[in-house]
């Protein structure tokens, strides 16, 4: 009685032993398959890089101009904020 209810025993655990395995197996796959998007998504940038140099360039112009837009708009907002706050200051 007492060696079924330890093989039961041993069973169950093996069973969760099972589980935990398949599911730090299906973990890995996933990470594995991130890491290759990654991996083919950098091949595909130098690729496309080496064979065309202008689009580096192009790339550039393109970060460069959005980063003088978003400076320009933080500018803007921080007037608009400094005149909201003044028209609210004048009519207390």
Request: hydrophobic share 30%; proline share 1%; glycine share 4%.
């Amino acid at each position: 009685m007492a060696e079924s209810e330890s093989q039961e025993g041993n069973y169950d655990n093996r069973g969760n032993k099972v589980e935990i395995f398949k599911t730090d197996m299906e973990e890995l796959m996933e990470k594995m398959e991130k890491q290759t998007v990654c991996a083919a998504q950098m091949a595909y940038d130098c690729v496309a890089i080496r064979t065309d140099p202008d689009l580096h360039n192009a790339m550039q112009h393109l970060k460069d101009v959005f980063l003088i837009c978003k400076e320009q708009m933080e500018k803007k907002w921080q007037d608009v904020l400094t005149e909201s706050r003044g028209d609210g200051q004048k009519k207390e």
